[in-house]
């Protein structure tokens, strides 16, 4: 079965950089890495994805690593609004869906 | 408001009822899933539709579990004789693509 481990916790000073990682050992070449956050009593929100290439939006850069079996989110600026749960998630063979455990992020004023 | 929501919000039911939740999709996404969430864990995937059909169904989902989507608009899920492990929150979300799933605020169901 898929895997996917993320850290349980971060913590991060306002403005500063946040690099989350995500560990997908299981990943295979066609599966693209999303990640999704989530906010107390709300549904989860998209924030990035990617294949191969690092990727960039507006909210986050997308690091791939070249082997595709980790990944790294980063916040270029930490705000407050940034605290959530922040999860990794992969679409395996099968169009199964398999999320991370999830990294809770604190920022810090 | 044009984004997926989900009804009831909140169920409380006996063990052994059947319950049945609502999702309504964003109206031009074909795309739509299915997954549960218990607390301090992430979803876990139990079902995809595209357009009416059901084309992936997780191991996860018991013979207890059944979700339709019948003219590829709204879905429907439906647990049969709720039982105590069935408390969870139950997400929808919907997408034109698989790579940006927009998620509604889910329902919460507490079996006692």
């Known amino acids: 079965d898929a895997k996917t481990t993320q850290p349980n916790s971060m913590e991060s000073n306002e403005e500063e950089p946040v690099h989350l990682p995500c560990n997908h050992s299981?990943?295979?070449?066609?599966?693209?890495i999303h990640w999704y956050r989530q906010l107390p009593s709300q549904g989860p929100e998209y924030v990035i994805h990617g294949l191969t290439s690092n990727v960039n939006n507006r909210m986050a850069s997308l690091a791939i690593a070249e082997d595709r079996k980790s990944s790294t989110l980063i916040l270029h600026r930490a705000t407050l609004r940034d605290a959530a749960v922040y999860y990794c998630?992969?679409?395996?063979?099968?169009?199964?869906?398999?999320f991370g455990p999830g990294t809770r992020l604190s920022v810090l004023p | 408001d044009t984004g997926v929501s989900q009804n009831p919000r909140h169920k409380i039911t006996k063990r052994g009822q059947n319950v049945t939740f609502r999702c309504d999709p964003i109206?031009?996404?074909?795309?739509l899933y299915w997954y549960r969430q218990t607390l301090g864990q992430g979803p876990e995937f139990l079902t995809y539709?595209?357009?009416?059909?059901?084309?992936?169904k997780s191991r996860l989902l018991s013979d207890r579990f059944s979700a339709e989507r019948p003219k590829g608009s709204f879905s429907t899920l439906e647990i049969q004789r709720t039982e105590q492990g069935d408390s969870a929150m139950y997400l929808c979300?919907?997408?034109?693509?698989?790579?940006?799933?927009?998620f509604g605020p889910g329902t919460r169901l507490t079996v006692l």
């Open positions: 979300a919907s997408s034109v693509t698989f790579n940006e799933q927009f």
């Open positions: 109206s031009e996404h074909n795309r």
């Open positions: 539709f595209q357009n009416e059909a059901q084309l992936e």
């Open positions: 998630m992969t679409i395996n063979y099968g169009q199964n869906f398999v």
């Open positions: 299981t990943i295979s070449g066609t599966d693209y």
